[in-house]
């Protein structure tokens, strides 16, 4: 029997329940040594205590933050109308909304991380290639939303003190008191990991809310400079319907798309949590595309708003809100963004590289030393460069990490639906020698669809502004739709390797 029929494999050292759920058996000492520690073992079904409207309220917390807003506004940007972004977002969340179902399955079933579950199909140690790829994603949203809070902390202080703040010396572009500004959040995060994460938890239980009043306060007072609601709906579309509409519209849907791939492979680090499947599938179909819709309505109304009273699109909020005289507004409107970036910026980008970096080392590197290094990645990666404009924004960094963790996403799904239907066994997930050990800790085949995969979804990208050029330019014609490419090469190459060269036996 192969490693692609678990099915009639014995598996010792777990009970599932009447409902599917799994777990270690009470009882019996949990997994040990190099690829276990406390943080990654599986949650045991007494303390799966989450409910539908945890789920949702999970997004709901993470769709109200500046990068979703940018994302939206950023489509005006580019030439779009409010009812053609609304259109390409609504879109991209009902799609990333399959395989962030899909992958989130393995959560409420096994109470196991995102990195334990790439096990079994990356292989123990193999295991390490995806979530290192996601580790440095995530470390480079963390860089991007800290550089968002800095910004707000920068206007706000110019605004406060003056022409003394804002009108400084400049170093590679920008003031220097906007790099200590940057600085300053850093500082201010790096400091409340150390706190813990309890405080983040009951500080996302109001920063929600009050950053959707934020939203409808914003857009209020555009709605005012602009002469009412009419002048927002009423922009035209610089594209039209045509070839031009369609032309952006790919890449931007595979952008939008790649805004939320990140959660798409480790949302099993929350749905772990879940008390059933019924949970995490409701919970995140009603959160998830109804939150974006809604936010990024707002987004596209005021953006749209700000063309009409400035001449020109405004896609930054904290530079959109820089421009109101009331100096009560824009206290108001940076705090918000401070408040989002925060909450969302330790929820969802420090969680999951945690995770991701101690599953390197186990036994070293804890969960508060992987976000720690999360932190320093986050600089390294120049994130004023990914956001320094919409174009980069969306199709260069949110379409390279799109097409990379499309192809993760791929191997996922077809490793556990289509091979394994669904069945895992526990304690091989943390052991040498096991049915997930396959060739010294790693499975090729998932290797070579991930190399396959990611070189189609991005090798004809654009990289710019991070570098000139394309590192494959006959793959261009792919590049507009490099998350759909990365899924479904590595999928249908992962399931022919697999089944062509089966895995030794367990």
Known sequence: MTDTAPSAIPVSGQVALPDGRVEL????????????????????????????????????????????????SGLIAVGMDWKQAVFTIALANLIVLVPMLLTGHAGPKYGIPFPVFARASFGVRGANLPAVVRALVACGWFGIQTWIGGEAIFFLAGK??????????????????????????????????????????????????FVLVGAFVMLVWMSNKAGGLGPLFDQPSKLGWGGGFWKIFWPSLMGMIGFWSTLSLNIPDFTRYGKSQKAQTWGQALGLPTTMTLFAFLSVLVTSGSQAVYGQPIWDPVQLAAKTDSVVGLLYALVTVLVATLSVNIAANLVSPAFDFSNIAPRRISFRTGALVTCVLGVLIFPWKLYSDPQGYIFTWLGLVGGLLGTVAGILVADYWILRRTRLDLTDLYRTGGRYWYDGGWNWR???AFLAGGILAIGGA????????????ALSSLADYGWAVGLATSLVLYLGLTLLVRPKEA
């Open 462 to 473: 654009s990289f710019k502004p991070l570098i000139d050029g394309r590192l494959v330019p």
């Open 446 to 448: 998932a290797v070579v």
């Open 160 to 209: 406060l003190i003056g022409s003394g703040w804002s009108d400084t010396g400049k170093i590679g572009g920008y003031p220097w008191t906007m790099w200590l500004s940057f600085v300053l959040f850093w500082v201010l995060q790096v400091a409340i990991i150390y706190r813990g994460m309890e405080t983040i938890r009951r500080f996302e239980n109001w920063a929600a809310p």
């Open 25 to 72: 058996t009470p009882g019996s000492p949990p997994p040990s040594g190099p690829y276990a520690n406390e943080d990654l073992l599986p949650v045991p079904v007494a303390k799966r205590t989450w409910t539908t409207y945890n789920f949702s309220a999970l997004w709901v917390g993470m769709a109200h933050n500046t990068a979703s807003w940018t994302l939206a």
